[in-house]
């Protein structure tokens, strides 16, 4: 059974964010047609985590109670006031894209062998990789069934959407190619794993709600670099100090090897910079594994109020000022507005 303290919890957060998106009195009618949409897609994902099987049940709803901002949603219910509004089909896409959005966390936790997500025990750690892995492609096939029903356009976002996040995940894995820059490297790993479902999410609230197809590009365009900017402010947030809002560690990625730009400024920077280079040295994940912990804190710490960290905020802003900047074709009025104020959110939020 889900637990509905721990679904509000996701709703809660879903209303904070529509509460700061939303502010003043001439948004109102938008901000009620995106708060009643997160309503009606917290009850569908009930619904479609739902499986005749206690396991299967268990497993896709652990993340789900856990938690979430909803993101996705409240963006393709923001680009279909361009169009029809937040109509059921609206609704049916939002929840898809949610769905493949839950999916792809317990393929990630796997492959980055995660020990927490959403101030919970990861499903792989809970239960096994193997159970983690067939979840995540059961809400895949979910999400697959509830997109079939809005047409082939719809079925080809998604699949390009899926390809996209495949490809990602497997330039992650490979690494930069021999003479690739690492840095572009890493930024078109952020544009396919965290890009492109955003990216998706915009475009598919301008789809389905019949609106202009000549804006399908721009919000597209927005998803896809609020997405990077999205995800350079999570490198940052890993380092924050720890708190019950990230429910992680400090320098949790660090602390496990993972890829983070911060990182990658300072591999950039070693060569010419002393410093750089023995703070890079110290950081190595073989280094830290040998480290007493409170030394490790100290290395993360070092990291925060380090140059490069503010340089990697710094590229957040670009990248939303970026997004913003494709808005061009889109109408002023609200929905434009808001879009504004969506992409300068995801680059100040703390957690």
């Not at 999916?103 to 997500?117: F, G, I, N, P, T």
């Not at 202009?212 to 999570?234: C, M, S, T």
């Not at 002393?274 to 950081?283: C, M, Q, W």
């Amino acid at each position: 059974m889900t637990k509905p303290a721990r679904r509000n919890a996701g709703s809660s957060s879903a209303f904070s964010l529509t509460e700061r998106l939303f502010a003043t009195a001439d948004d109102r009618r938008a901000a009620k047609a995106v708060d009643t949409g997160i309503v009606r897609v917290e009850e569908r994902l009930v619904e479609e985590t739902a499986f005749h099987d206690g396991l299967a049940e268990v497993s896709a709803r652990y993340l789900l109670d856990a938690g979430g901002k909803r993101v996705r949603p409240i963006l393709a219910f923001l680009t279909a006031q361009l169009g029809d509004g937040v109509t059921d089909d609206v609704v049916t896409a939002a929840t898809s894209i949610e769905l493949i959005h839950l999916a792809s966390l317990y393929h990630d936790d796997v492959m980055d062998d995660a020990e927490q997500r959403r101030g919970v025990p990861t499903a792989h750690t809970v239960w096994n990789n193997s159970i983690a892995i067939l979840t995540g492609d059961l809400l895949f096939a979910r999400a697959s069934k509830l997109l079939s029903i809005l047409g082939e356009r719809a079925i080809r976002l998604q699949a390009d959407t899926f390809e996209r996040l495949c490809l990602g995940q497997l330039h992650e894995t490979a690494g930069p190619r021999v003479g690739e820059d690492p840095i572009e490297h890493y930024l078109r790993v952020l544009a396919d794993k965290t890009g492109s479902l955003i990216a998706a999410s915009a475009q598919l609230g301008v789809l389905v709600s019949n609106a202009p197809d000549e804006y399908q590009q721009a919000v597209f365009d927005f998803g896809e670099k609020v997405g990077i900017a999205f995800q350079l402010v999570d490198d940052v947030i890993d380092l924050a100090p720890p708190s019950d809002k990230t429910g992680k560690t400090a320098g949790t990625d660090i602390r496990a090897g993972v890829v983070t730009l911060p990182l990658l400024y300072l591999q950039r920077d070693a060569p010419t910079d002393p410093a750089a280079a023995e703070l890079l040295r110290r950081l190595d994940p073989a280094t830290i594994d040998v480290t007493p912990a409170e030394e490790v804190d100290a290395l993360i710490a070092e990291l925060r109020v380090h140059p490069v960290t503010l340089e990697t905020t710094a590229e957040a802003h670009r990248w939303a000022a970026e997004a913003v900047a494709a808005l061009a074709p889109l109408p002023e009025g609200t929905v434009k507005k808001t879009l504004i104020r969506f992409a300068d959110t995801m680059v100040e939020r703390s957690s």
